[in-house]
T-cell receptor, first 114, second 111 residues
Framework: DAGITQSPRHKVTETGTPVTLRCHQT?????MYWYRQDPGHGLRLIHY???????DKGEVSDGYSVSRSKTEDFLLTLESATSSQTSVYFC?????????????FGPGTRLTVL | SQQGEEDPQALSIQEGENATMNCSYK?????LQWYRQNSGRGLVHLIL?????REKHSGRLRVTLDTSKKSSSLLITASRAADTASYFC???????????FGQGTRLTINP
């Protein structure tokens, strides 16, 4: 699992409330990613980071913001949660070397917005 | 828009048979990867094939890549019940720092 943890693992919240999901890694990888997974849509990239304070948008970034103030933590914030953001959220790190290019995924956070 | 599209969406076979899944993509790539996801878990990397490679093996897995057709296939030989999972292809477009995943193939191995 490359030392990736996500918190919380499950969360139920109400429409309009802010929500922050945390991804923590222990191996000092430069690249970190946030995805959401929904039935019929596979895995879609929300935001990613290529270094401390360096982030960029993915294909479904509307309604989400991210921050990376230190290498090990990548935070995903829903400023005002909506029911359409009910999903399973996965964090991933990228291990990039001469002979390998692999993403390792965290266990996921199941978010329900009522 | 999805870069990778898997086919079929679902596949059910008997234990011991071979399973073949296909992936098509749209743009030039550096590499193509296959991942497995067991129900309720995160994705696990299976194999990577670079754009200048045509075939790669890893245990019971065989991956092919045809860049002229922008397609790849994953073959699992001598399937086992433990192979039951969803399988995703992911492409690393040239110049990009991210992967784009397809919607996956749900594989069921019947005992």
């Amino acid at each position: 699992d490359a030392g990736i943890t996500q918190s919380p693992r499950h969360k139920v919240t109400e429409t309009g409330t802010p929500v922050t999901l945390r991804c923590h890694q222990t191996e000092n990888h430069r690249y970190m990613y946030w995805y959401r997974q929904d039935p019929g849509h596979g895995l879609r990239l929300i935001h990613y980071s290529y270094g401390v304070k360096d982030t960029d948008k993915g294909e479904v970034s509307d309604g989400y913001s991210v921050s990376r103030s230190k290498t090990e933590d990548f935070l995903l914030t829903l400023e005002s949660a909506t029911s359409s953001q009910t999903s399973v959220y996965f964090c991933a790190i990228r291990e990039l070397a001469a002979s390998t290019d692999t993403q390792y995924f965290g266990p996921g956070t199941r978010l329900t917005v009522l | 828009s999805q870069q990778g599209e898997e086919d079929p969406q679902a596949l059910s076979i008997q234990e011991g048979e071979n399973a073949t899944m296909n992936c098509s993509y749209k743009t030039s790539i550096n590499n193509l990867q296959w991942y497995r996801q067991n129900s309720g878990r995160g994705l696990v990397h299976l194999i990577l094939i670079r754009s200048n490679e045509r075939e790669k093996h890893s245990g019971r897995l065989r991956v092919t890549l045809d860049t002229s057709k922008k397609s790849s296939s994953l073959l699992i030989t001598a399937s086992r019940a433990a192979d039951t999972a969803s399988y995703f292809c992911a492409t690393d477009a040239k110049g990009a720092q991210k992967l784009v995943f397809g919607q996956g193939t749900r594989l069921t191995i019947n005992p």
